[in-house]
């Protein structure tokens, strides 16, 4: 199905709502004085609502409708609800975050309002379209996106860009054109391409990242904890280039949580150190994954801790998406506290 227009969109949330609050179309007015393209007031029922509109439920976007929201919503006192034709997870995260609503074209919803609880997923999405879409972060274009989050106090030119991460410039201008157009970066006249807020940008390429991408090979090799795995396994590797991500980097860089499972990135299979690790390969169990990536980017920006070789806290915060232990509670430490400490210093 092709997704409406702003205020088809609009018209139909309306409708939805209705539906979802079992309210006749007599007791559904819209506020015509306070309506825009992707902006209206309505009350239904008992309750008033504002909706804005937005065609992507990317974070960038989702982001710009809660906060033209809450900049049109100030005074108005209503339920203020993102409206999207439909909302993937990392949006309704940033909503939940934010302590916006939303409803979505497709059936979904999730509004809370004085005497109100809407929860409605599970409905699948109606305007899915065929083929792949294009991915601004797919494993060579993301190499933009984790420069910038390196540097995100830097204006840089495209060409320079280019230069920085191996791209065409050709690459490098597509890729910049898709983030400019979700809000992600800003495009200063003369200075060049920088990021806009650092944690959208990083939300936005987790809400894309695939770690299965990678080849994985699981197993085991003896240790005593994961610390003493990490420093067994960087004395044998020596001679093959390689970096650890995950829980293992998130101690590295901030000691934070005891891990037992190890993520290692490699440049190629080292099979000599593996037979001088005794590693076992056994998904079962395993406490060292050894990943060859799909990119080299993820190299980028890596560095040494104490004799450990570590990512840089980008990549980290990405992969312990696919970790389980205390993973969830790394990846925000890793960015509220490390990264956010990197991004707030200028020098």
């Not at 074209?105 to 294009?134: D, E, K, Q, T």
């Not at 191996?166 to 490098?172: R, T």
């Not at 990512?311 to 490390?338: F, I, K, T």
Request: glycine letters at 6%.
């Amino acid at each position: 199905m092709i997704a409406p227009s702003a205020s088809q969109g609009l018209e139909q949330a309306c409708d939805l709502l209705r539906a979802h609050l079992d309210v006749p179309a007599s007791k559904a007015k819209a506020a015509t004085t306070r309506t825009t393209s992707q902006y209206t007031v309505v009350e239904i029922g008992a309750h008033r609502f504002a909706f804005c509109w937005t065609a992507s439920s990317a974070v960038g976007p989702v982001a710009r409708a809660i906060e033209h929201l809450k900049s049109r919503n100030a005074s108005n006192h209503a339920i203020a609800l993102v409206v999207t034709p439909f909302m993937g997870e990392a949006g309704a995260a940033r909503c939940k975050a934010e302590t916006v609503g939303w409803l979505d074209l497709s059936g979904n919803a999730s509004i809370h309002g004085p005497g109100l609880h809407v929860s409605v997923r599970g409905r699948p999405n109606r305007f899915r379209r065929p083929g792949r879409p294009a991915n601004p972060f797919a494993p060579k274009s993301a190499r933009v996106a984790r420069w910038l989050l390196m540097h995100p106090h830097t204006p840089w030119r495209q060409r320079t860009l280019a230069e920085a991460t191996g791209l065409s410039e050709g690459a490098v201008s597509k890729v910049v054109r898709a983030y400019e157009a979700d809000g992600l970066v800003a495009r200063h006249l003369h200075d060049g391409v920088q990021v806009r807020d650092p944690q959208l940008l990083l939300q936005a390429w987790r809400e894309r990242y695939r770690f299965d991408r990678h080849q994985i090979r699981k197993g085991s090799i003896a240790s005593r904890s994961g610390v003493d795995l990490t420093r067994t396994a960087s004395a044998a590797l020596q001679d093959t280039r390689h970096a650890f991500t995950g829980l293992a980097a998130a101690w590295w860089w901030d000691t934070f949580a005891a891990f037992r499972t190890a993520l290692l990135y490699v440049e190629r299979w080292p099979e000599n150190a593996m037979h001088d690790l005794a590693f076992v390969e056994e998904p079962r169990g395993a406490n060292i994954w050894f990943v060859l990536p799909d990119d080299s980017g993820v190299f980028h920006g890596a560095t040494t801790r104490n004799g450990v070789a570590v990512v840089h806290p980008v990549q980290a915060y990405l992969d312990l998406g696919a970790q389980a232990e205390r993973a969830p509670e790394a990846a925000e430490h890793l960015r509220d506290a490390v990264l956010a400490r990197q991004w707030s210093d200028r020098a």
